[in-house]
């Protein structure tokens, strides 16, 4: 038997493949986004991760058409790149505010009905940058980096509760985000990645399986690299 599984950011990218996955293992999945948009007969509903009351109306409408939520990916994520000399105060804070402060506030809401029942799973889709650090990625780089503290933390917060705390750490995923990458950037990433080749979205998603599944019950705390080898030794 298997619950109901919400993936942020889960209406393209990344987040799609996981959502579809999920959905293949048997939870009911719903897909939270700003656009509040859900292809492939995917479950919709509209949820802003950078602002709070978004995040509270949105729970409030999966709890009651769904019930309780079992199973929290927080994948919605941006980019703001640019050398720092040059990063403004809102691409610093958007990104912050997003990638740290939105999935931190997802995982506090998600807590209550993990706490009663007793269990629960909660997934942070952090990035390889996160550990090695990205030239024109400060923020990008600090906000991954802050989801593997926010995880160890609540992981030990919890862990006594039946509530597991991971984080997937991707290296180079061809999506939308990424194709905002020069041409000149990537071959120099793949020149770095011993598999030699990116991921397909696919691949990040089985982990979210394996993580929320039976299988993965007595791993918490743990940062998961799906990266090809790119960040070895980070
Ligand atoms: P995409 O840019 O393709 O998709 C981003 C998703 O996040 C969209 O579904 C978008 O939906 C959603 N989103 C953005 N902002 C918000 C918000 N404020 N509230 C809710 N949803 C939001 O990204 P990817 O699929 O490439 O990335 C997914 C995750 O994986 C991100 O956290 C990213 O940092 C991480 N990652 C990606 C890598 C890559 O190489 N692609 C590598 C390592 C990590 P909408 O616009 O409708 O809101």
Not at 83 to 99: E, G, K
Not at 220 to 226: E, K, Q, R, W
Request: glycine fraction near 14%; charged fraction near 20%.
């Amino acid at each position: 038997m298997t619950g109901v599984a919400l993936v942020t950011g889960g209406n393209r990218g990344i987040g799609l493949a996981i959502a579809l996955r999920l959905r293949e293992t048997g939870y009911s999945v719903v897909v939270g986004s700003r656009s509040g948009t859900a292809p492939e007969g995917l479950s919709a509903v509209e949820l802003d991760v950078s602002d709070p009351a978004s995040i509270l109306a949105a729970f409030e409408r999966i709890e009651a058409e769904f019930g309780p939520i079992e199973v929290v990916v927080a994948n919605a994520g941006i980019t703001r790149d640019t050398l720092l000399m040059r990063m403004s105060d809102d691409d610093i804070d958007a990104v912050l505010n997003t990638n740290l402060g939105g999935s931190i506030r997802l995982a506090r809401r998600a807590l209550r009905s993990m706490l009663k029942a007793k269990h629960g799973r909660i997934i942070f889709i952090s990035s390889v940058v996160g550990l090695m650090g990205s030239a024109g990625q400060v923020n990008y780089a600090a906000a991954k980096a802050g989801l593997v503290g926010a995880a160890r933390s609540l992981a030990r917060e919890v862990g006594s509760r039946g509530i597991t705390v991971n984080v997937i750490a991707p290296g180079f995923v061809d999506t939308d985000m990424t194709a905002e990458v020069g041409e000149e950037r990537k071959a120099e990433i793949l020149g770095a990645v011993p598999l030699g080749r990116y991921a397909q979205p696919a691949e990040i998603a089985g982990v979210v399986e394996f993580l929320a599944g039976e299988a993965a019950g007595y791993i918490t705390g743990a940062v998961i690299p799906v990266d090809g080898g790119l960040g070895m030794g980070h």
